[in-house]
C-alpha cells in the first residue's frame, strides 16, 4: 500500500503518446434529475456485458464484475466533477478534462462492451444520470498544441480521483506507472 496521495501523485505516470477517451452529456434526458448516490450507482449489475467481456476478453476475466464496478465509478466521478465544474467554475481543482488513461484501458474495453447492449445502456444512463453518455475516443490528440497542459491535467484527474473514490481505485487504475 502506497503511503498517501502526495506519494501517488508524484509517480511517473505519463499520458504521452497514450490513447484516451472520456464521456460527455449531450442530451439531458430528464432535466432536473439528480445523480445518484455513488454507493447506490454500484448496486447495478448487469451480467450479461460482464459475460460476454470475459468470454472476449479472457486476460480479464478473473477481474470482470471489479473491472465494472471501476467502470460505474468512473461514470460516476465523470458526471461529480461535471456538476462541480458548472458550480465552481473558478475553481482550478476541477479545471481538467476528465479523461480515460490508456492505464485505464481494461475499463475502457468492458465500456465498449457495455455500449453494445444499447438498450441497457441507454436505460442505465438515463436512470442513474438522467442523461445519455456518449463514448468519445482520442479526445486529447484532438487539441491544438500548447492547448492541453497533459501533466497538470493529470495530477488535477488523480486528485480528484483520490479525493473522491479513494487511493484504491486510483492503484488499481495506474497500477502500471506507479513505482515503489
Request: charged fraction near 30%.
Amino acid at each position: 500500500m502506497l503511503p498517501g496521495k502526495e506519494s501517488l501523485l508524484i509517480q511517473s505516470i505519463s499520458l504521452a503518446g497514450g490513447n484516451h477517451s472520456t464521456f460527455r452529456s449531450l442530451k439531458n434526458l430528464t432535466r432536473g434529475k439528480a445523480m445518484k448516490p455513488l454507493n447506490e450507482l454500484l448496486q447495478y449489475k448487469n451480467p450479461a456485458v460482464v459475460r460476454r467481456f470475459a468470454r472476449e476478453l479472457p486476460a480479464y476475466a478473473a477481474n470482470a464484475d471489479q473491472i465494472f464496478s471501476d467502470l460505474l465509478r468512473f461514470f460516476w466521478a465523470s458526471k461529480r466533477h461535471s456538476d462541480l465544474r458548472k458550480e465552481f467554475p473558478k475553481n482550478e481543482a476541477y479545471d481538467f478534462i476528465f479523461i480515460m488513461d490508456e492505464e485505464m484501458k481494461e475499463v475502457d474495453l468492458i465500456w465498449h462492451v457495455f455500449l453494445l447492449y444499447t438498450q441497457d445502456y441507454m436505460d442505465f444512463c438515463e436512470n442513474y444520470f438522467g442523461e445519455y453518455y456518449h463514448h468519445l475516443p482520442d479526445i486529447v490528440p484532438n487539441f491544438k498544441e500548447g492547448e492541453f497542459d497533459a501533466e497538470t491535467n493529470l495530477e488535477r484527474f488523480l486528485n480528484f480521483v483520490y479525493d473522491e473514490l479513494g487511493e484504491e481505485v486510483v492503484e488499481r487504475w495506474f497500477s502500471k506507472s506507479l513505482v515503489e
